[in-house]
């Protein structure tokens, strides 16, 4: 199988002395469903925008969807975030715009033409149950439909990689299963998914591979894992 | 392309009106600037016209004495004429000084009647290239022989000449001082419109950080976050520019009569051609800051 992330050797440091990742070596494999765990201020939230090429790494190799992010030019950025679907903690929906506008929004500035948009929108919608809801706009919506609309629109590209950044974070238990169940759906398809999340409950449910991280390194890599720390 | 463009022109004209509040301001920010702009240079325009046509009356005169031989004055309006320095030479007699003197004077008949010959003296009139030159010409004369012959007054060879020496000193460092006044003034309220402009822009893309954001997210390329900002801003500029040119022509069409009249003596103008180039001008430079202030805004958000 081919490798969709490649960390080899990542260091970050954002202050002199004070290292956010040490010494990360991971691959994340296509297809492969990986849950991102530790506490506040372990480096999850780095780990992921090193992969976004948010911020560059002090060190070391990084490789996602095949590409080298220490050797790709900053203006090919965008066609590497095409990529790679990004859901979060907060949704970032647009406020003014429906459900429809928010996903089809994300296909638009791509410069998807309006043929695609129009099929692929209602499809994706489908896909997260949210075909009623297709004229909402966001504050209409409770925050677990929030959540599918912000993954509707991180998947309605068809991206390989689906990062989430604490995607359960601001939800009661009974939603998060329904997003989990959503992502795992959404990974049967082929698309690898890498959640990082605090949620034991989640992580313990779902057996799937865990990465745990602690004070910026990776003290536990098991599949079918569990959340695991003592607290 | 013709997908994206449509995108654009719809994105470019909604920002406007969702945001017109602060559209309004930079249109407001740059018709001002540019007004102000505009008026300092047509100013600048018509005193340089107003400086140039007095300096341009800057001519040096050689009084010829009576019974000078032709030969001799012709000689010398040769000599003259072939000086790189001079522009033309013209020759007035005894009878063109009368006439013309009578045509000044014909306000003032008794003075007229009272002359029983001519009393004027035929003369040279030398025209400069440039009027600046007029001292080293004046020495240039005086060092002439044949001047010596013709001179009104041989024995003060000073007294055969008339130029305005001392004004000429005068107009010159006074019209110096106005066109760096002018180029200070200008280049001041051109950089006052950048830097409003620049924030005017910036308060638009603040309000739209959280758009911005999500569309880095999902992959748009910078020239695709850019490019409705860039166009909004120039569509604000180019209202701006119309809006200064209109009043400015208005405001010429207003003035410019009235200096006529007052200041009669004086070439006070301001040609079609000259408000055209103005109008253009005011336009490039409009479309300058606009791209200008909200590129600039633009690149602290665009960092990736």
């Known amino acids: 199988m081919n490798q969709m992330i490649s960390l080899r050797g990542v260091e970050k440091l954002y202050a002199p002395g004070k290292p956010a990742l040490i010494d ?24 992921i925008k090193l992969l976004l090429r948010e911020i560059a790494p002090t060190k070391g190799q990084i490789i996602v969807a095949g590409q ?41 500035v791509i410069g998807r033409s309006r043929h695609v948009i129009r099929t692929q929108v209602p499809e994706v919608l489908r896909l997260v149950g949210l075909e009623e809801k297709i004229g909402s706009y966001p504050d209409e919506l409770s925050g677990g439909e929030q959540q599918r609309v912000s993954i509707a629109r991180a998947f309605v590209n068809r991206p390989p990689l689906l990062l989430a950044d604490e995607p359960t974070g601001n939800l009661d238990p009974a939603t998060s299963l329904g997003i989990m169940s959503l992502l795992n759906r959404i990974n049967k398809t082929g698309t690898t998914v890498l959640v990082a999340t605090h949620d034991r409950e989640m992580v313990d449910s779902m057996r799937k591979r865990v990465i745990a991280l602690e004070g910026g390194r990776v003290i536990r890599d098991q599949n079918r894992g569990v959340y695991g720390y003592g607290d | 392309m013709a997908i994206n463009f449509g995108y654009f022109a719809r994105e470019s004209i909604t920002n406007f009106r969702r945001n017109w509040v602060m559209s309004l301001g930079a249109v407001i920010t740059i018709y001002l600037s540019l007004l102000l702009v505009g008026i300092s240079i047509a ?44 522009a033309k030479v013209n020759y007035t007699s005894k009878d063109d000084a009368l006439t013309k003197f009578k045509e000044q004077m014909a306000d003032s008949q008794e003075i007229i009647d009272q002359l029983e010959e001519n009393p004027l003296p035929a003369s040279l009139d030398v025209e400069l290239v440039d009027p600046r030159e007029v001292s080293s010409m004046v020495e240039k004369i005086k060092a002439n022989e044949l001047f010596l012959v013709v001179a009104d007054r041989p024995d003060a060879p000073e007294e055969s000449l008339k130029y305005g020496q001392q004004i000429v000193d005068k107009l010159f460092a ?50 695709f976050i850019r490019t409705p900002f860039l166009m ?12 200064a040119i209109g009043s400015i022509i208005a405001l010429q069409a207003a003035v410019i009569p009235r200096l006529k009249e007052t200041l009669s ?7 079609g051609g000259t408000l055209m180039q103005l109008s253009l001008t005011l336009m490039a430079a409009g479309i300058f800051i606009g791209l200008a202030g909200s590129g600039f805004a633009l690149r602290r958000y665009l960092k990736v």
């Open chain 2, 43 to 86: 100013t600048g325009i018509v005193v340089n016209d107003v400086v140039q046509s007095v300096e341009e009356k800057v001519t040096i005169q050689i009084f010829i004495k009576d019974g000078a031989s032709t030969e001799d004055v012709q000689a010398l309006q040769a000599s003259l004429s072939a000086d790189s320095l001079v």
């Open chain 2, 232 to 243: 909004e801003g120039v569509i604000q500029a180019l209202i701006g520019a119309l809006l």
């Open chain 1, 24 to 47: 990360v070596n991971t691959e994340i494999e296509q297809g492969e469903f990986v849950f991102l765990v530790g506490h506040s201020g372990s480096g999850k939230s780095t780990f």
């Open chain 2, 174 to 223: 006074f019209t110096r001082v106005i066109r760096i006044i002018e180029i200070v003034f200008i280049a001041m309220l051109a950089m006052v419109s950048l830097i409003f402009i620049n924030n005017t822009i910036r308060l638009a893309i603040y309000a739209r950080r959280k758009e911005i954001g999500i569309m880095r997210l999902v992959g748009a390329s910078n020239w």
């Open chain 1, 68 to 108: 080298d992010l220490s050797k790709l030019k900053s203006w090919k950025v965008p066609y590497l975030r095409r990529n790679i679907g990004c859901v979060f903690q907060d949704f970032k929906l647009l406020p003014n715009k429906t459900t429809y506008e928010n996903v089809a929004f994300a296909l638009e």
């Open chain 2, 265 to 271: 003596f004086l070439v006070v103008e301001l040609s």
